[in-house]
């Protein structure tokens, strides 16, 4: 397994226009999350998935945002209407139990532009 | 709700030295986890250590120590022997018992210089 595969690695989209990223997690992982991540600050959670149910979401990720993972594999997150506010590196996580916890593996995010 | 912080926005040390990198969180669980996550410039997250609560004594791997005080939910990273490729950011992360998302702090940008 080649970890946690994000795709595409950069997007540049206009103004209101709709975007969608992918998200490959570790195949043995049943956990997967979104996370944001503005320049020089930490991540944001977005919402994490426990197989194909979507567990929790945040208060950041407003109507405009929708996440999915069918079957509980890969996962995508949608914006539509883009904002220059939404310009961020959006990270994938995904994570196993493990007697020390949770072992998060993250992906090398997509960084999105909407100019 | 649980929160992170970490008061140093940046920091610097010479090659061979150590550095401490401070992290406060705010809980009112009993039984967690934290992390300190390394994230070099424009490459993924990557883990540096782990502690458990429930365990006092403090985790260590190669080079990076932390220092838990749960009393004063303090969770402090050492990096001793500093190397030019610690240069990254740093977050600490809290993890609640039921596991339901990392919560980070804002980070601290470490460089390391010769």
């Known amino acids: 397994d080649t970890g946690v595969s994000q795709d595409p690695r950069h997007k540049i989209t206009k103004r209101g226009q709709n975007v969608t990223f992918r998200c490959d997690p570790i195949s043995e992982h049943n956990r997967l999350y979104w996370y944001r991540q503005t320049l020089g600050q930490g991540p944001e959670f977005l919402t994490y998935f426990q197989n194909e149910a979507q567990l929790e979401k945040s208060r950041l990720l407003s109507d405009r945002f929708s996440a999915e993972r069918p079957k509980g594999s890969f996962s995508t997150l949608e914006i539509q209407r883009t904002e220059q506010g939404d310009s961020a590196m959006y990270l994938c996580a995904s994570s196993t139990w493990t007697g020390l916890g949770a072992l998060y593996t993250f992906g090398s995010g997509t960084r999105l532009t909407v100019v | 709700a649980q929160t992170v912080t970490q008061s140093q926005p940046e920091m610097s040390v010479q090659e061979a030295e150590t550095v401490t990198l401070s992290c406060t969180y705010d809980?009112?669980?009993?039984?967690?986890?934290l992390f300190w996550y390394k994230q070099p410039p424009s490459r993924q997250m990557i883990l540096v250590i782990r502690?458990?609560?429930?365990?006092?004594q403090n985790a260590t791997e190669n080079r990076f120590s932390v220092n838990f005080q749960k009393a004063a939910k303090s969770f402090s990273l050492k990096i001793s022997d500093s190397q030019l490729g610690d240069t990254a950011m740093y977050f600490c992360?809290?993890?609640?018992?039921?596991?339901?998302?990392?919560?980070f702090g804002k980070g601290t940008t470490l460089s390391v210089s010769s």
């Open positions: 809980t009112s669980e009993n039984n967690y986890y």
């Open positions: 992360a809290f993890l609640n018992q039921a596991g339901t998302a990392l919560i």
């Open positions: 502690q458990e609560a429930y365990k006092q």
